[in-house]
């Protein structure tokens, strides 16, 4: 069974720029969440999306977006990017997270703004 | 709003000691759960507590809950180097969909 799949695996961009990460879930599962990952802030939540309707969304700024196709794969968008942005970003698939007994995790993506 | 803290931040112990990670957090919880991440690496799911008086045990590790007190403990025996990584605990509040993360222990078992 495949497990989660982020791409890319590392990013770096330049401040002002945008960039679009991508999460594909475990198959049948219908539930992705995104979190922020920084030494500074540790983990923090993004966003969930569960049959591409966005059911929560933490406390970030608008320029933080993302949205959930059919196949339930989901993307995050980061616009105007800022140094304080680089973190690794991580997805979570369920089939109803976190409501389900277990969420897993995928390896992430490494921005880096410079 | 619901704060999750881990103690200790650091935690260096010797190959073949004991020793307990603490997870208070500051409302009424849904369930808590334990992950495990590796330098670079993403989260590992370690256990789920779904109840109060909940223990779940895993090798080395064993997790229980206690709602009353609002406490996760995350004991470890007789310790050995794979176990070095740093552990995280999270908590789901009543009518929230999402989780939120303690601080983080980052454990070192020396040989």
């Known amino acids: 069974k495949a497990g989660v799949t982020q791409t890319p695996r590392y990013l770096i961009k330049t401040r002002g720029q945008q960039v679009t990460l991508s999460c594909s879930p475990i198959?049948?599962?219908?539930?992705v969440s995104w979190y922020q990952q920084t030494p500074g802030q540790g983990l923090q939540f993004l966003f969930e999306y569960f049959s591409e309707t966005q059911r929560n969304k933490g406390n970030f700024p608008g320029r933080f977006s993302g949205r959930q196709f059919s196949n339930s794969r989901s993307e995050m968008n980061v616009s105007t990017l800022e140094l304080g942005d680089s973190a690794l970003y991580l997805c979570?698939?369920?089939?109803?997270?976190?409501?389900?007994?277990?969420?897993?995790f995928g390896q992430g993506t490494r921005l880096t703004v410079v | 709003e619901l704060k999750v803290e881990q103690n200790p931040l650091f935690l260096s112990m010797q190959e073949g000691k004991n020793y307990t990670i603490y997870c208070n957090y500051s409302t009424t919880s849904d369930r808590l759960y334990w992950y495990r991440q590796d330098p670079g690496k993403s989260l590992e799911s370690l256990f789920v507590?779904?109840?109060?008086?909940a223990v779940k045990q895993e090798g080395r590790l064993m997790a229980s809950l206690d709602t009353k007190a609002r406490l996760s403990t995350l004991h470890i025996t007789a310790a050995v180097h794979d176990l070095s990584a740093t552990y995280f605990c999270?908590?789901?509040?009543?009518?929230?969909?999402?989780?939120?993360f303690g601080t983080g222990t980052r454990l070192t078992i020396i040989p």
């Open positions: 198959s049948g599962h219908r539930s």
């Open positions: 507590l779904l109840s109060n008086g």
């Open positions: 999270a908590s789901l509040s009543f009518g929230n969909e999402k989780l939120t």
């Open positions: 979570a698939s369920s089939l109803s997270f976190p409501r389900s007994p277990q969420a897993f």
